[in-house]
């Protein structure tokens, strides 16, 4: 889940949106409503936070702070309208992990965002190649070897599980983490299906069943196996060129820049 911050309603709704298509569900907040929404939301909630977009707002430099008080690894990105050297050098020493100028397609946040996750993992552990390789650009995860093409829903709840392979994850953490902390309009059992399909998938795929369920307790993609996070960047830093934009999705990216630059 992704929260933004805004003061302007036609902003957030416009990135609301553009994840919305992406498979990704987000929290639309006005400045004055984050400091008072991290103070109250539910651990699982803040768990679920993938990042944090801030844009216009007062007193936004003190946020970066504010954020990291309860979700401290979390990627808190600014979007500026204009980028100017000394206003962006404000924002990195406020706590930035990344200034942006906008108009900036959605899929450009998930790369960044994903760099920024793969560095801090980096740091912490070694994960090594094998049998799971998941990316968190919009691209469906390589298993066995192989491209699996799963349904968006089910690639965020994998990519979920490796963001916290070896931890035990809720059903309520995976709900909000893909529908959204305000969605009341899906029930929660939702996620259920979902895992067992996923399920289902990667042991027919792999030969043994890669995800651990625990009644009452949760899900665990096990510890013990070669799973590779990866984003966009390969070996040595280079960075793959994405494939060629087909007319639909040239079409649907140039309408979402048009909505979330205004």
Not at 173 to 179: E, G, K
Not at 192 to 200: A, G, I
């Amino acid at each position: 889940m992704f929260v933004i911050v805004d003061d302007r309603p036609i902003v957030t709704a416009g990135y609301a949106s553009a994840f919305e298509r992406e498979g990704f569900a987000s929290l639309e907040l006005q400045a004055g409503e984050l400091e008072d929404w991290l103070s109250v939301a539910a651990e699982a909630d803040l768990e679920a936070v993938e990042g944090f977009l801030l844009g216009e707002g007062e007193d936004r430099l003190r946020f970066p702070e504010v954020i990291r008080r309860q979700c401290k690894d979390a990627p808190v990105l600014y979007l500026e309208e204009r980028t100017q050297l000394d206003s962006t050098l404000e924002l990195f020493s406020a706590g930035a992990d990344d200034v942006l100028r906008k108009p900036v397609h959605v899929k450009e946040i998930l790369a960044r965002v994903g760099a920024i996750r793969r560095r801090m993992m980096a740091e912490t552990e070694n994960v090594s190649t094998g049998a799971i390789e998941v990316f968190f650009d919009g691209r469906d995860p390589i298993i066995g070897g192989e491209v699996m093409v799963l349904p968006r829903r089910e690639r965020r709840i994998l990519e979920y599980f490796a963001r916290n392979m070896g931890r035990r994850v809720t059903k309520a953490q995976l709900f909000n983490a893909v529908y959204g902390v305000t969605n009341d309009a899906v029930d929660e059992c939702v996620v259920e299906s979902h895992v067992s399909k996923l399920r289902k998938k990667l042991r027919n795929r792999l030969g043994y069943d890669a995800i651990e369920s625990t009644r009452y307790i949760g899900y665990m993609l096990k510890s013990d196996l070669p799973v590779k996070l990866k984003v966009v960047a390969r070996e040595r830093g280079t960075v793959q060129a994405s494939a060629p934009v087909e007319r639909s999705s040239r079409n649907a990216m140039l309408r979402d820049l048009a909505v979330v630059s205004a």
